[in-house]
């Protein structure tokens, strides 16, 4: 079965809406309906006139998180959100806007991946300490833990995601702390730098924050108790964090 490139691209840009990272493994996986109703349009609707086993078989290999990408295959390449140079100021523009954070001078305390902090930093534009207290919140900068939902690495990247994100080995400190601030960098451009947004989203997964109707850091602190009590404690802990690491 084929799918229009174009309608690729809508598939993509909806789930990546929706995707749940589950970097901590607290959440259940998020709702794919949204996902579910189009990609099941297309199949209705394709010109290949494929059967329906057919089409069951390929709705049947749907990831537990319903990533877009493992259903296109080869029509979705993990370099297309790469950070470039007009989206990485954008970024660092909101993230200086934004009233949210913490202000930082963009020096932080030294770790043992320092080199690969700083890259994956200066590749999408998200600042080394936030990067850094993210790391020390999920994993301790364990290179190897796993979580009980099956998290892996520095930035605890689910194996779906992992691959989404072109990630072959997520034990891979290199690999990991690419991928896990590129999807950092995809939930702060999201929600226009609110840092809390982004953190809450990066543990609970963006579509929860959705169907909750939360669109900004104050109605997310107003509306916190709705959202899971590990989500609730994640963000204060990776702001005490990210106090470790500013200079």
């Known amino acids: 079965m084929q799918i229009d490139p174009r309608s690729s691209r809508q598939l993509l840009e909806l789930q990546l809406s929706n995707m749940n990272t589950q970097t901590s493994g607290s959440a259940g996986a998020d709702s794919t309906n949204d996902f579910s109703d189009v990609i099941s349009g297309l199949l209705n609707t ?45 970024l660092s523009a909101l993230l200086a806007s934004s009233d949210a954070g913490a202000v930082d001078s963009g020096k932080s305390v030294p770790t043992d991946y320092e080199s690969l902090i700083a890259q994956a930093s200066i590749k999408y534009g998200v600042p ?9 919140t999920e994993s301790g900068f364990n290179p190897n833990v796993v979580s009980s939902a099956g998290a892996k690495g520095l930035m605890q990247l689910m194996d779906g995601t992992a691959a989404g994100l072109g990630v072959s080995d997520s034990f891979d400190p ?11 960098s995809l939930q702060l451009q999201r929600f226009g730098g609110q840092e809390k947004m982004a953190l809450a989203a990066y543990n609970a997964g963006p579509g929860r924050l959705s169907r909750l109707g939360i669109t900004s850091d104050s109605e997310l602190m107003s509306m916190l108790h709705l959202l899971p009590v590990e989500t609730q404690n994640y963000i204060s802990k990776v702001e005490r964090a990210r106090s470790k690491y500013m200079l």
């Open 46 to 90: 394709n010109a290949s006139g494929a059967s329906n086993a057919e089409n069951q078989a390929l709705l049947s290999k749907r990831s537990n998180d319903g990533l877009l990408w493992l259903q296109l295959g080869g029509t979705y390449s993990p370099d297309m959100h790469t950070g470039n140079t007009t989206d990485t100021n954008a």
């Open 174 to 184: 290199a690999q990991n702390i690419d991928a896990g601030t590129k999807y950092l």
């Open 128 to 136: 080394e300490s936030l990067i850094k207290a993210v790391i020390d």
